[in-house]
């Protein structure tokens, strides 16, 4: 384990609570919630190969995360805050998604468990009622620092598409909404897949007023293994993926109000195959995987932009958090020790106003 003298600030965790929210499992909790074999088997007729896939294991989507299962997988690690991000609110559209904000508000955060430093909501700059959904959010809770919206999307149809819009974030009504966001001082968190991070250099060029975090380093998917139909199916197509991932941070890096989370590295989109195994990804193999990508964003954005993040509980299914803590830490401190406290705490803090 790193000795870190400092509480970390995680920015991205998700909470959620199929048994008592609108949650995309809530009907087969209800049904089947006792009896965890028929659950997995009736999630995965249900929901699509693809969405599966990229989860990795149904007991991630059926299963509560709550702030003390959180605490639980901190281990010994101190966490002075983190920032919820939204996810799986089945009621997605128009003001229902405000539900999610009043839902994490009344979780027990706090000194017995972690304490909530800010939500990232959900809202579509595409509704015609955008503006009116922000200030409910906002109304809704005072640790409102953002929205996100989803704009993955693969050409591979075996890879799950987060949106029907193959260019979310250069739609035209996206666009105009997306306005509102300076004008609310709200942040925005993007994520795409690596191939689309064109789109994200586009909107922070078009808005370089509104501060934006690419999540998940642009989550190259396929990079280490096979995903989908036909993606990162050969070395050298995983060469070209990280190659293709190389070239657009270090353009997208030249975007002053652009942030980016060395998070999310252990999805099962990448191409892990660790839970498949029933294994857990070890600290020197998270950092044989993964260092050239956290090297990467660090000599792009420099160490005042990049910000640790655990992603918690997705990454969950091919590594512990203790594991990714421990070996991102490592590959930070040798980079720079200096950036240590700055990666895993401060840079996040300023981001999210905290």
């Known amino acids: 384990m790193q000795k870190l003298d400092f509480a970390i600030i995680d920015p991205h965790i998700h909470q959620w609570d199929p048994y008592n929210t609108p949650h995309a499992a809530a009907l087969a909790v209800k049904l089947l919630g006792k009896r965890p074999y028929l659950l997995d088997k009736m999630v995965r007729l249900v929901k699509s190969k693809d969405l599966i896939e990229t989860i990795g294991l149904t007991s991630h989507i059926t299963r509560p995360y709550l702030p003390q299962d959180y605490k639980n997988d901190l281990g010994q690690y101190h966490v002075e805050q983190v920032v919820h991000i939204e996810a799986s609110w089945a009621k997605h559209k128009g003001k229902s998604v405000v539900g999610e904000t009043e839902f994490i508000e009344s979780l027990p955060f706090g000194e017995d468990t972690v304490k909530l430093g800010g939500i990232v909501a959900t809202a579509d700059p595409c509704d015609?009622?955008?503006?009116?959904?922000?200030?409910?959010?906002?109304?809704a809770s005072p640790h409102l620092r953002g929205i996100r919206r989803m704009a993955s999307y693969h050409e591979d149809?075996?890879?799950?598409?987060?949106t029907e819009n193959p260019s979310l974030y250069t739609d035209k009504k996206f666009l105009k909404g997306f306005e509102q966001l300076a004008q609310h001082n709200l942040n925005f968190d993007a994520w795409v897949y690596s191939q689309q991070i064109p789109d994200v250099i586009a909107l922070a060029k078009r808005f370089p007023e509104t501060s934006i975090v690419l999540d998940h380093l642009g989550?190259?998917?396929g990079l280490f293994g096979k995903v989908g139909q036909n993606t990162g199916l050969t070395q050298t197509?995983?060469?070209?993926?990280?190659?293709?991932?190389?070239?657009y941070i270090a353009e997208l890096s030249t975007c002053p109000n652009v942030y980016t989370k060395m998070s999310g590295l252990f999805m099962p989109i990448l191409g892990h195959q660790f839970y498949k195994k029933k294994q857990l990804a070890s600290k020197q193999q998270i950092i044989d995987l993964v260092s050239p990508l956290i090297l990467h964003a660090l000599e792009s954005f420099g160490t005042y932009r990049v910000m640790f993040a655990s992603n918690f509980p997705m990454d969950r299914v091919n590594t512990s958090l203790v594991n990714i803590i421990d070996a991102f830490s490592d590959i930070v401190q040798q980079y720079d020790e200096t950036a240590l406290e700055k990666v895993f705490h401060h840079n996040a803090k300023q981001f999210y106003r905290l």
Do not use: M
């Open 128 to 139: 015609s009622n955008f503006k009116k959904i922000l200030k409910l959010h906002q109304k």
């Open 157 to 162: 149809k075996g890879i799950h598409n987060w």
């Open 219 to 221: 989550t190259p998917a």
């Open 237 to 247: 197509a995983r060469e070209n993926i990280f190659y293709q991932w190389q070239d």
